[in-house]
């Protein structure tokens, strides 16, 4: 009677550890997000030189350091 307690109780000790030990350990701080992870589609929005129209970076054309909305605003033909 006496063993099949101490089994008992060893069982419970065990399940206990297992599922409960993350509870009593030291509480982890939440990792802050890195940059790039703020960026949503890792796509940017830049402001037109001429027109002040926002576009996305990808699709800006750049001309001497600046970025156009569009070829007219650039200057090309």
């Known amino acids: ?7 008992f109780v060893v069982v419970v000790f065990i399940v206990y550890t297992l599922f409960f030990k993350t509870s009593r350990g030291v509480v982890e ?13 890792g796509d940017t929005m830049v ?8 576009v996305s970076e990808k699709e800006a054309i750049i ?10 605003c650039a200057g090309l033909k």
């Open 1 to 7: 009677m006496i063993f099949k307690l101490l089994v």
């Open 29 to 41: 701080q939440p990792k802050k997000k890195k940059r790039k992870d703020k960026k949503i589609d």
């Open 47 to 54: 402001e037109c030189a001429k027109c002040s129209v926002f």
């Open 63 to 72: 001309k001497d350091g600046k970025f156009f909305c569009s070829r007219e």
